[in-house]
């Protein structure tokens, strides 16, 4: 049997993780707000709000997680600190061109290094196992990293500019971000990013435009070669080479 919710049930539980941040002195934002909505227990989904040391800027970041919160636990902290680091090594007078691409190579260096983390680990554990047993199957150590590796997250990240009064919004997977404004009389939104999933027109041609020749097997049944949703921010094996999905990920799945 379920149970209707009553109008009150509904906004106690929607309210249940709301937070407000009131900021009298900053000339931008008057305040933050956040709630969550936990569809998994535990949430697979993380937030975050970073200011830059000289307090020229705000970053706010949301994590989709999926298949587990390992990947969007560990990107919730790491990427924001990539991206502040790379944005406070600018010159104050850099321009938007510059700021876009310190942001683009923070998201590019972050992936790279959760996937080279963990194929080395899994590496250097794998020739441990073959020196010590003749046995085949995945150790305690090598599924916990393959729980990793095989996790995904969404990564939505805006980075509000003081001095320039800019909103500048990156993404990869399919989170949204949205502004709105209050204008004839009443609140309009505008979307600022651009979804990656398999609706997403442009996005389906920008991968087959990197994998010609694969159009009847790259999506099947609106999912990557029939498995993965559409570009997360690392997602199940996509990423690493074959010896470390034939070998590692084969046998911690067989066991």
């Known amino acids: 049997h379920?149970?209707?919710?009553?109008a009150e049930e509904v906004a106690r539980q929607l309210r249940?993780?709301?937070?407000?941040?009131?900021?009298?002195d900053h000339p931008l934002i008057q305040r933050i707000d956040q709630s969550q909505l936990p569809s998994n227990e535990?949430?697979?989904?993380?937030?975050?709000?970073n200011v830059l040391t000289d307090g020229s800027g705000h970053l706010f970041g949301v994590y989709d997680g999926h298949d587990g919160d390992k990947c969007s636990s560990w990107l919730y902290k790491a990427l924001p600190v990539q991206v502040t680091?790379?944005?406070?090594k600018l010159p104050k007078d850099a321009d938007t061109a510059a700021i876009h691409k310190e942001i683009e190579d923070a998201f590019v260096h972050i992936d790279d290094q959760f996937t080279h983390d963990i194929a080395e680990q899994l590496e250097v554990l794998s020739k441990r196992r073959l020196c010590d047993s003749?046995?085949?199957?995945g150790t305690d150590e090598e599924h916990v990293l393959v729980d990793r590796a095989t996790s995904g997250s969404c990564a939505l990240l805006a980075y509000v500019n003081t001095p320039r009064r800019e909103v500048t919004v990156a993404l990869t997977g399919d989170c949204r971000a949205i502004i709105g404004r209050f204008e004839q009389g009443q609140w309009r939104a505008r979307v600022l990013s651009e979804?990656?999933?398999?609706?997403?027109?442009?996005e389906r041609e920008r991968i087959l435009s990197e994998h010609p020749g694969e159009?009847?097997?790259m999506f099947v049944y609106g999912r990557i070669l029939g498995l993965g949703k559409l570009p997360r921010r690392r997602r199940?094996?996509?990423?690493?080479d074959a010896d470390v999905s034939t070998n590692c990920f084969a046998r911690c799945s067989a066991n």
């Open 2 to 6: 379920y149970h209707m919710l009553t």
């Open 16 to 24: 249940a993780h709301e937070q407000s941040n009131d900021l009298p």
């Open 42 to 49: 535990p949430c697979e989904d993380y937030c975050s709000q």
């Open 85 to 88: 680091e790379a944005l406070e």
């Open 134 to 137: 003749e046995d085949n199957k």
């Open 195 to 202: 979804d990656q999933k398999y609706s997403n027109r442009s």
């Open 215 to 217: 159009e009847e097997t």
């Open 236 to 240: 199940r094996r996509y990423g690493y």
